[in-house]
């Protein structure tokens, strides 16, 4: 019995203790992250993997900047290699990672159940453009929401199905619908805008059928006209109007110039056909002083105050004196008529 006691063990059992203390080993001495510290959350990565994201997100930049499409990519670093006990069959050995094919159906899944058009699970807010990942399970979340729920948690666990050792790869199913639904709706707003806008012209230049509605249409832009007329001219209106009574005096001037020049003294003839014309329009009164004149007979004698009355070629009677006032008191040289402004030669009756 000594003997066996002392007796080495067999060869499998030393390699089983072997393997088995490694796998603790490499278990026990990974770093442990404190999820509240996000310095050491970065500890836990695979050594590598915090360059290989700089990368990654050099390459998007780039890629958006020469209007490329975004890349999908798996998240998740490299596995570390097995240990002894996981080769020998001893401990399970993690799953081998999805290929292409296997993350196109997991994908289809997800756009069968139409996920991305949803809001997130955990933050419950839409996508957008923010960063989104899709799980090995076809579930999506935000990427910052599912990094915070795996600190918080402690564990790396789906937050719907709990599927546990899930793999991530980085989508952008949800910023291409956002964009497009940004687009149709910037397109839509356009359009209205075009349509209404061409309403618009249509409303002012083409009337109603119905009489009211059309009389009111016609006001408002027969106001319109008036209003455009007014705010246009009414910074030179005075200017304008006293270029009208410039011109209107200048011409004035003209015509009396002409007047005096093309009238010729009367003759007796004229001066009887004259006298007929005021017998005929029987007006006894002065224009200038509204007192009587004298006697109808048109005799050379004065009337009652002395006055002697003065007939001019234009066959209005005057007072002598009231004429000659007239005529003292105008600034042309020679002035017209009183009453019809016109030029005149006068005979005192």
């Known amino acids: ?19 088995f203390q490694d796998h603790i080993t490499r278990s026990l001495l990974q770093p442990l992250s404190d999820p509240l510290l996000p310095r050491t959350r970065n500890a836990c990565r695979h050594p590598g993997t915090r360059e290989r994201e700089e ?10 900047q020469h209007g490329q499409e975004e890349r999908e990519y798996v ?52 996508f957008r453009l923010r960063p989104q990942v899709l799980l090995s399970c076809s579930h999506i979340f935000h990427r910052a929401c599912l990094q915070a729920f795996a600190r918080f948690s402690g564990r790396k666990c789906c937050p719907m199905c709990r599927r546990e050792q899930y793999e991530t790869r980085v989508i952008h199913d949800a910023a291409r619908l956002f964009r497009h639904r940004c687009a149709t709706r910037i ?24 009489k009211k509605l059309r009389r009111k249409f016609l006001e408002a832009r027969l106001q319109e006209l008036n209003d455009s007329f007014v705010r246009y001219c009414h910074t030179d209106t005075e ?61 050379t004698e004065s009337d009652a105050s002395g006055r002697r009355a003065v007939l001019l070629s ?17 600034a042309d040289g020679r002035p017209g008529c009183p009453l019809c402004r016109s030029a005149y030669h006068k005979k005192l009756i």
Not at 2 to 18: D, F, G, I, T, Y
Not at 260 to 266: G, I, L, T
Not at 315 to 330: D, K, P, R, V, Y
Request: proline residues 6%; hydrophobic residues 30%; positive net charge.
């Open 55 to 64: 990368e990654e997100e050099e390459e998007r930049g780039l890629q958006r």
């Open 314 to 330: 234009c066959s209005h009677l005057f007072h002598q004196l009231c004429l000659e006032a007239f005529e003292g008191f105008t």
């Open 187 to 210: 397109q839509t707003y356009w359009r209205g805008y075009v349509a209404r806008k061409w309403y618009r012209n249509i409303k002012k230049t083409i009337g109603p059928e119905d």
């Open 239 to 299: 200017a304008f109007l006293s270029d009208i009574d410039r011109s209107l005096s200048s011409s004035r001037r003209v015509f009396q110039q002409l007047e005096r020049k093309s009238a010729s003294e009367p003759r007796e003839n004229d001066w009887d056909r004259i006298k007929s014309q005021v017998v005929r329009r029987g007006v006894w009164d002065c224009p200038i002083c509204l007192t009587a004149l004298r006697d109808p007979g048109l005799s």
């Open 1 to 19: 019995m000594r003997k066996n006691l002392k007796s080495k063990p067999s060869n499998s059992l030393v390699l089983a203790s072997v393997a």
């Open 75 to 126: 998240l998740d670093p490299a596995p570390p290699p097995l240990t002894l006990a996981q080769k020998l069959g001893l401990v399970a050995s993690p799953g081998e990672r999805l290929t292409e094919d296997e993350w196109t159906r997991v994908k289809a899944r997800s756009v069968q159940r139409e996920e991305s058009a949803q809001p997130c699970a955990i933050c419950r807010e839409e």
